[in-house]
């Protein structure tokens, strides 16, 4: 399941440095950036990216606890926001 968040970058080159669920309000921050891929670019459209990411703040399943886990998240080039989901 994908759920829609906001990815919010920092630094230079920028990366990732924080992920926000859109509803309900969760935010985790992004420790480790594991992997990242690039598809190639069609008609003018920009690439579609796949961050794999060591974050920390609220557990799946149990947001009233925090903790540190993976999540994926992608852009895709037919949907708005950035999308998360769990490895």
Same mark, same amino acid.
């Given at each position: 399941m994908e759920i829609a968040a906001y990815l919010r970058f920092g630094g230079f080159p920028a990366r990732p440095?924080?992920? &926000?669920? *859109?509803?309900?309000? !969760?935010?985790? &921050? *992004?420790?480790e950036i594991l992997s990242e891929e690039r598809d190639v670019q069609h008609l003018g459209a920009p690439p579609a990216v796949r961050y794999r990411l060591r974050v920390r703040g609220p557990l799946?399943?149990?947001? &009233?606890?925090?903790?540190? /886990?993976?999540? /994926?998240?992608? @852009?895709?080039? &037919?949907?708005?926001?950035?999308?998360? @989901? !769990?490895?």
């Open positions: 440095r924080r992920v &926000d669920r *859109v509803k309900p309000s !969760l935010s985790w &921050d *992004v420790w799946p399943g149990a947001p &009233d606890r925090t903790g540190e /886990f993976e999540m /994926f998240v992608a @852009s895709r080039n &037919d949907r708005p926001y950035w999308w998360i @989901s !769990l490895p």
